[in-house]
């Protein structure tokens, strides 16, 4: 992946007395946020999540930072400090600790339990966890640490203020400013403020809904929509949402409590999530209203609720193979509801929509955030931003996560209360803090790292760039035999294509161009069977692109005998 700054050089080794700041992911994309703080020759790392492929990425199963410019400097991590419980936040975690398996863990009770299961799956077990709560402070090495409490769309999410001799920076994590959540945990704005009195230098704030104004819908506002749908609906309900997403699931428990009616989780990580914030506390599942997926099929249909994993249309999801009718015990009938009950993330609405459409196929009434209020932003609106800046005051503000687009409104909207310096960076551009003023300072490589089963990094973008090739215009193998005593093609050429013709006759009119110009090759000297399998692809290129207009992979095979 070539750097979105050429102009940019590496930079030069840091000040003493400044701390800079290096983000490997979530500045430019909704997704693999990690962010690294490095002062007086020490680490600091906040977040390390996934970013979800997009169809452009076949066969790819998920997408990481790229360790490579602090791979070499491992030892020198002080810990890994975790916002909150979201995949694009911890996600990429397990693959970090098989590079050092001893760097201190930092988050919140849910937070650390959810990494908990993940880490367990990568059979890691002896890792070093330190569990902090809103209020807390904690130093490691240069940095002095500060956990704020924040709302969003996962109980237990902290923002972070860390403290170096270079200065003050606030990092906001995901956040937004619900003043009714359903957990009556706000962000502590009082917090923000008095940090700001002391003096904010570096600000880095949540961009994704930058471009929404006004303020992020409260989370209550679902509730009684979501009442009206269990009360119209005569059959069974399917709720699919994100398998972190506590209070959604509370919401759907409760509606289910109320219109009398049982619940089952379909999806593993539902499974394991929920039970992990039950026993945590976070989720209250009321007596009886809760029981196994193949018992409430015995139920009659209008007692049936199933919360299940699949709302972004992810293709082995268990909403997914409801869709295709692969589903191993959950078939869906005529009348059935549907909700899905999340929002889409950048670059799978096409596999949202193609899930919705099989769903409509089978008869069932999908409802969605396109209709109805099902689903409310985890992220500040544009009017909560503004509050925060002027309550925080900041001396720079650095925005991150979020598309360019995001960002660029979130520093439009930081330059609007008067910040004095404002930003922009991407992924593996440094900005440096030195004499409280943040300026670019030159860039790092940085690119996606693709996980493909149990291969990881080994994909690369020439990789992918031939999966398209083959997905979307498939291959033509072309096989030819040439004597090597009379330099004749003495066999072929055979010719066979997938993805591409239905017959292999198709080929008959090329054949007697590639023996052709295999012969004049020979006659010329080319005895080289690379050179005379070029020869042969740029045949075959030719007239595949003149009379079909199409450009499959060509696989050209030259046997001498």
């Known amino acids: 992946m070539s750097h979105p700054h050429p102009e940019l050089s590496t930079p030069v080794p840091l000040p003493k007395g400044a701390l800079r700041v290096i983000p490997l992911g979530g500045l430019g994309e909704i997704g693999r946020n990690m962010t690294v703080f490095e002062y007086d020759g020490r680490l600091l790392v906040v977040d390390c999540g996934v970013l979800f492929p997009e169809d452009h990425h076949p066969g790819v199963d998920l997408i990481l930072p790229d360790f490579d410019p602090i791979r070499d400097r491992l030892d020198d991590v002080e810990a890994l400090v975790l916002t909150h419980g979201h995949e694009d936040h911890i996600g990429a975690t397990p693959y970090l600790l098989r590079e050092r398996g001893d760097i201190p863990l930092v988050g919140s009770q849910l937070t650390l339990a959810l990494l908990d299961s993940k880490l367990r799956e990568h059979r890691l077990k002896e890792t070093v966890h330190h569990t902090v709560e809103a209020g807390d402070r904690m130093s490691l090495g240069p940095f002095d640490l500060e956990f704020v409490a924040v709302n969003h769309s996962i109980p237990d999410a902290l923002a972070v203020a860390i403290r170096t001799g270079a200065g003050l920076v606030l990092h906001t994590g995901d956040f937004k400013m619900d003043q009714l959540p359903l957990d009556g945990r706000i962000t502590d704005l009082r917090a923000f403020a008095r940090l700001g009195e002391e003096g904010v230098d570096l600000f880095l704030t949540d961009s994704t809904n930058a471009e929404v104004p006004g303020f992020t819908t409260a989370e209550k506002d679902i509730g009684p929509v979501l009442d009206r749908v269990f009360q119209k609906s005569e059959q069974r309900i399917i709720v699919a949402c994100f398998a972190s997403h506590v209070h959604r699931v509370q919401q759907a ?81 005529e009348g059935d509801t549907v909700v899905l009950a999340s929002s889409l993330i950048p670059g799978n609405e096409n596999a949202v929509y193609r899930v919705i459409n099989g769903l409509s196929r089978l008869g069932a009434n999908v409802v969605h955030k396109g209709n109805a209020l099902v689903h409310v932003s985890g992220h500040a609106s544009a009017g909560e931003l503004l509050y925060c800046y002027n309550i925080v005051r900041p001396r720079n503000v650095l925005p991150v996560h979020g598309e360019i687009r995001h960002m660029r409104a979130n520093a439009d909207l930081a330059r609007a209360t008067g910040v004095p310096h404002v930003v922009m960076a991407e992924d593996g551009v440094v900005v440096d803090l030195v004499d409280g003023v943040a300026r670019i300072a030159g860039k790092v490589d940085c690119g996606y790292v693709f996980v493909d089963g149990s291969s990881v990094g080994d994909i690369t973008e020439s990789s992918l760039k031939d999966r398209r090739i083959l997905g979307e215009e498939g291959f033509i193998s072309v096989i030819v035999v040439i004597d090597s005593v009379t330099g004749k093609v003495s066999s072929g050429p ?24 295999l012969d004049k090759a020979m006659a010329n000297g080319v005895h080289d069977s690379y050179q005379l399998q070029q020869t042969v692809r740029r045949v075959v290129g030719r007239w595949v692109s003149r009379a079909h207009r199409r450009r499959p992979m060509i696989i050209p095979v030259v046997i001498e005998a």
């Open 253 to 333: 428990l409760d509606a289910a409590v109320a219109h009398d009616r049982k619940v089952a989780y379909v999806g593993r990580s539902m499974v394991r999530n929920m039970q992990v914030a039950k026993e945590l506390g976070y989720l209250t599942v009321p007596a009886g209203v809760l029981v196994d997926a193949k018992e409430l099929a015995d139920l009659p249909p209008e007692r049936q609720v199933l919360i299940s994993t699949g709302s972004q249309g992810e293709p082995l999801s268990a909403l997914s193979r409801i869709a295709q009718r692969s589903h191993s015990f959950v078939h869906l009938e």
């Open 494 to 517: 055979e010719i066979h294509a997938r993805g591409f013709a239905e017959s292999d006759a198709t080929f008959e009119d090329v054949k007697p161009a590639i023996v052709d110009a």
